[in-house]
């Protein structure tokens, strides 16, 4: 089976601060990890993910995901936060040997930047 | 870009009804989701389809059905809406690819509630 676990509800950080999100993530395999943002009254839009080389990620709008194998984590970062990142973020997770392909997403965490 | 429209932004329906949900895609994706998303549950997987007329259950298909008559649309009826079915519903599509790690791609999702 495999599972994601983000383990913050909510993230606060001041407009200008480094800000990570945190991911850790079970699989049976090897996985394949995706971070996606949900502005509000919005769908999710696909934001970066890890296949496979370079362990650090870069994506959309400045964010950027290190995937650590031996912690099993994905966590997603940015240098400098803005307002409108501002969103709810969510991890996710397919086990490359999940013949289904099915991704499974955590809970979500909620990243407020204030000015 | 992308367009996955789902029909209704809201929808209020009673206990027992039943409910349509329909979704639409322009890019000629062969693969179709629904997901539903609640608070700290973060998005769960309903029914996917890999192409016209095949679908799969996902994790929590009890109480759902899906029909695919035609590639671009992908309809979630929901048999006896009961209240507990109250929740934001999304449907995503994506392109196959050889290695199905193509993104998905998010309508804004439906509110529905059922009273």
């Known amino acids: 089976a495999q599972s994601v676990a983000q383990p913050e509800d909510q993230v606060n950080v001041a407009e200008g601060n480094p800000l990570t999100v945190k991911c850790t993530y079970s699989?049976?395999?090897?996985?394949?990890l995706f971070w996606y943002v949900q502005y509000p009254n919005r769908g999710l839009q696909f934001l970066l993910k890890y296949i496979t080389g370079d362990n650090l990620v870069k994506g959309s709008y400045g964010f950027e995901a290190e995937f650590n194998k031996s912690q099993t984590s994905f966590h997603l970062k940015k240098p400098s936060a803005l307002v409108s990142d501002s969103a709810l973020y969510f991890c996710?997770?397919?086990?490359?040997?999940?013949?289904?392909?099915?991704?499974?997403f955590g809970g979500g965490t909620r990243l407020m930047v204030k000015p | 870009d992308v367009k996955v429209t789902q029909s209704s932004r809201y929808l209020v329906k009673r206990t027992g009804e039943k409910v349509f949900l329909e979704c639409v895609q322009d890019m000629d994706h062969e693969n179709m989701f629904w997901y539903r998303q609640d608070p700290g549950l973060g998005l769960r997987l309903i029914y996917f389809?890999?192409?016209?007329?095949?679908?799969e259950k996902g994790d929590i298909p009890e109480g759902y059905s899906v029909s695919r008559e035609k590639k671009e649309r992908f309809s979630l009826i929901l048999e006896s809406a009961s209240t507990n079915q109250t929740s934001m519903y999304l449907c995503?599509?994506?392109?196959?690819?050889?290695?199905?790690?193509?993104?998905?791609?998010f309508g804004n999702g439906t509110r529905l509630t059922v009273t």
């Open positions: 995503a599509s994506r392109e196959q690819g050889s290695s199905y790690n193509s993104p998905l791609h």
């Open positions: 699989v049976s395999g090897n996985p394949y």
């Open positions: 389809s890999y192409d016209v007329k095949m679908k």
């Open positions: 996710a997770v397919r086990d490359r040997g999940n013949a289904g392909n099915m991704l499974t």
